[in-house]
């Protein structure tokens, strides 16, 4: 079977996302192509999406903002939760973060962030499997676009909120319908473009949110 990473490369281009020029990653061009690849080459049905594939408004807004205010991030270690392509943690390496991890679920997602990273020079380590169990040794925590469906949302916020005793936690999030707003406060606005075949509209407001500590037991 061909590696990962070769099938990474061989099914996606070298793109910039919108609004960030000097970072490139391995992005795919079209939804259903990839989708179809990515069946293909497992040669299953009811495997994880290809999430990795495509630069998220969530993770732009978080990179952007980190670039465009780097005092927010410089000498921090930081953690990207579901990091998909690997984005907001090459950009966090990239305005000064000590220490980079990028945290997914989806072993192809770990080998399209280590090419990502490694294509941009970011020293980002990358750890694969369930965290949201475990407490996290981190300054800071980004979370891109993670609400978009009502299990993982559950499954998910109260640890969100338990890290958040420990770490500042940023929730980036362009409108889906499961965000927890009552646990959040803004601090940032984006307009982030995007493509109708992705987002069903060519825009998306995406808004920066801090996570509130859940109370001391």
Same mark, same amino acid.
């Given at each position: 079977m061909t590696a990962p990473q070769d099938f990474i490369r061989d099914a996606t281009t070298l793109t910039a996302p919108a609004l960030i020029p000097d970072i490139s990653l391995y992005l795919a061009t079209e939804i259903t192509p990839i989708w179809q690849a990515t069946e293909a080459y497992l040669a299953e049905s009811g495997i994880a999406p290809p999430y990795w594939a495509f630069a998220w408004p969530g993770s732009i807004a978080l990179a952007r903002h980190m670039l465009d205010h780097p005092d927010l991030v410089r000498g921090k270690r930081?953690? $990207?939760? /579901?990091? %998909?392509?690997g984005l907001a943690a090459i950009a966090a390496h990239r305005a000064g973060a000590s220490a980079v991890t990028a945290i997914e679920i989806d072993p192809m997602a %770990?080998?399209?962030? /280590?090419?990502? /990273?490694?294509?941009?020079?970011?020293?980002?380590?990358?750890?694969? %499997?369930?965290?949201?169990?475990?407490?996290?040794?981190?300054?800071?925590?980004?979370? %891109?676009?993670?609400?978009?469906?009502?299990?993982?949302?559950?499954?998910?916020?109260?640890?969100?909120? $338990?890290?958040?005793r420990d770490a500042d936690v940023w929730v980036a999030d362009p409108g889906r319908a499961y965000v927890p707003t009552a646990d959040l406060t803004e601090f940032a606005r984006y307009i982030i473009p995007t493509t109708a075949e992705l987002e069903s509209r060519t825009s998306r407001e995406t808004i920066l949110y801090r996570v509130a500590p859940s109370p001391q037991a």
């Open positions: 930081v953690i $990207d939760f /579901a990091a %998909g392509s %770990g080998a399209a962030i /280590a090419l990502n /990273a490694a294509l941009n020079k970011a020293p980002v380590t990358v750890r694969i %499997g369930d965290v949201t169990r475990t407490q996290l040794d981190a300054d800071l925590i980004l979370c %891109g676009d993670i609400c978009y469906e009502a299990p993982m949302t559950r499954h998910i916020w109260p640890w969100l909120r $338990d890290c958040a």
